[in-house]
């Protein structure tokens, strides 16, 4: 027995990632290299990276598909566009809001999340994060899968879903073309989740500069073709009254759920930022341009087909180059291969920057000892080949619009996270605290949870959570509905509100009367203890009297 458990420990020794020596076994679960504050030399991400990766982002299936969604539901073309402007703005705010956090102390979602949460409060949101990061990341591998079977299908007429022998049964939503086309997607994938975050910028450039090259050249085609750009351009909208006022803004909320993922982890790529403002008006201005022009090629594009092809518009990009392929001679299947690998790239970019890093940052929070980043996104892959995709994008099954409902509820984390250090904290934060297991820390509250937090957090989801019912599906009072269609805004003006009332009536530790973000101040990276019995600072878990060593730090 002795000997089986000095085998298992040395294989956990093989296996543990680096970490700073002087650690602590409470330390060791709370950071590694990839949870540590970035260090300047890796600190690479200027603002032209930002506004390439979001140039990036936006391209892709999506949000081709995100106005389609609004026409289909009374819209016009234009106040379907403009509900993608809108929303897309408030979107950039928001990201801005999080982002600022990561750009100035240089800490990720996991560690910014134990101000507010706890030190190990903090686990359930990242767990919950990272869970659906690894679901949402299947999802997307299977659509770039699709894009790949284009490629394939486009050189070789006799790679056809309808033709090769399928092994799957029918009513499994795929078929062994497609399965194969989506596994070589998934093993292609997998390099780039090996590079470091700091270095997969240029991932992010290349398909800046590629992707909507391509988008413009399948908007130029297909406009060709038709001849012009199509009725729906024309069409006016079928509502009126408060059903056209509801539909713009379940239109403007469907614009911000889409993004809900993304505000809550930006910190994971703003602390990359070589300064805090490299990360502001770079994400405040691409976000809206980038989305809304990748939007409106969409409109111009499915509008076309209802000219090309006759009866309604073909709002998916992918369809659409399938009948291309079918119709078309040899030079137009070599448009079709360059336009699908554009897209291939896209959703390769998207899962990279929305799923694979934020899975694997979470993971890293959740087992530091043994995960890191790269670990972390291999795992999310593994699970997102495991789950079996094509099963929740079948048309019998709701799993998918339980998805999209799902993520609006990340605005009560949102909410807390942001009302903790704009309202409350004032952009303070002791950074060398955030990885202190003792119960002396600031951030441990009690036993290690932050109850506030959780109190204002249900808050949030309590408001939603019978109109969620009724998004999947559930009869459910009308009011509730009403409420559900503002969903994000409702969540986090609820668990922010709360969480901020809550700290006034029970002030917390390790906040400031002022405005005082310190990240500037911060050059001793290492989080071990001093050689001290204490942390060196007092803390009163249920006041706000704070003692140490920050005395004297000055307003920034």
């Known amino acids: 027995m002795a000997v089986k458990k000095r085998a298992i420990s040395r294989f956990a020794e093989k296996i ?33 990276n930002f506004v390439g990766f979001w140039v990036a982002d936006s391209f892709n299936i999506n949000t081709w598909m995100i106005s389609s969604s609004m026409i289909v539901g009374g819209l016009s073309w234009w106040q379907s566009w403009l509900c993608v402007w809108i929303g897309y703005a408030i979107s950039a705010c928001f990201i801005c809001l999080t982002g600022r956090i990561g750009a100035t102390y240089h800490i990720g979602f996991p560690v910014v999340s134990r101000s507010s949460f706890g030190i190990w409060g903090s686990l359930w949101p990242i767990f919950n994060r990272a869970a659906m990061a690894c679901v949402w990341y299947g999802v997307q591998s299977y659509i770039g899968g699709h894009c790949v079977y284009l490629m394939i299908r486009s050189i070789w007429l006799r790679w056809d879903r309808e033709t090769i022998p399928n092994t ?33 910028r240029h991932l992010f450039t290349v398909k800046a500069y590629f992707v909507p090259t391509a988008g413009i050249a399948f908007l130029i085609w297909a406009v060709v073709r038709a001849g012009g750009v ?15 006022a509801w539909e713009f803004v379940k239109g403007v909320m469907s614009s911000i759920a889409n993004f809900a993922t993304l505000i809550v982890n930006d910190p994971d790529f703003s602390r990359f930022a070589g300064k805090p403002r490299d990360a ?10 980038g989305f809304a022009f990748t939007s409106f090629i969409g409109i111009i594009v499915s509008s076309s087909t209802t000219i090309i092809y006759g009866g309604d518009p073909i709002w998916d990009p992918l369809d659409l180059l399938e009948h291309f ?9 070599f448009g079709v291969f360059v336009i699908a690998a554009a897209f291939s790239l896209a959703q390769l970019g998207t899962n990279i920057a929305a799923n694979s890093v934020s899975a694997g940052t979470d993971m890293t929070a959740l087992l530091p000892r043994f995960l890191n980043i790269r670990r972390g996104g291999y795992v999310c892959a593994a699970v997102g080949l495991a789950m079996c995709p094509w099963t929740l994008l079948t048309s019998a099954n709701q799993f998918t619009t339980y998805l999209s409902a799902y993520s609006v509820f990340l605005s009560s984390i949102a909410g807390v996270m942001i009302g903790d250090y704009y309202f409350v ?33 249900i808050s949030g989801i309590v408001i939603n959570v019978v109109g969620f019912a009724g998004a999947i599906g559930r009869e459910v009072p009308i009011g509730a509905t009403y409420i559900f269609n503002i969903n994000f805004f409702a969540g986090f003006i ?36 001093d050689n001290q019995s204490g942390s060196g600072q007092e803390f009163d878990d249920e006041s706000r009297a704070y003692k140490g060593a920050h005395e004297d730090t000055k307003a920034v």
């Open 16 to 48: 543990a990632v680096d970490a700073e020596p002087g650690l602590t076994t409470a330390q060791l679960m709370l950071t590694n290299h990839d949870l540590k504050p970035v260090e300047p030399a890796r600190r690479q991400w200027g603002p032209w």
């Open 168 to 200: 799957f049964a029918e009513d499994s939503g795929t078929t062994t073309a497609d399965f194969v086309s989506f596994f070589i997607f998934w093993l292609c994938s997998l390099p780039a989740i090996w590079f470091p975050v700091h270095q997969i």
């Open 230 to 244: 199509g009725p729906i351009i024309r069409q006016p909208s079928r509502l009126e009254g408060s059903e056209l």
């Open 280 to 289: 502001l008006w770079s994400q405040l201005f691409t976000i809206p341009i």
């Open 325 to 333: 392929i079918n119709d078309g001679g040899s030079a137009q299947r």
């Open 425 to 457: 904290r004032k952009g303070y934060l002791e950074v060398k605290e955030l990885y202190d297991a003792r119960k002396s820390g600031p951030y441990y509250y009690t036993f290690g949870i932050h109850w506030r937090a959780y109190v204002a957090y």
């Open 494 to 529: 609820v668990s922010s509100g709360v969480y901020y009332g809550l700290c006034r009536l029970s002030p917390i530790p390790a906040t400031s009367d002022r405005w005082m973000e310190v990240g500037d101040e911060v050059e001793d990276l290492r989080v071990a203890y």
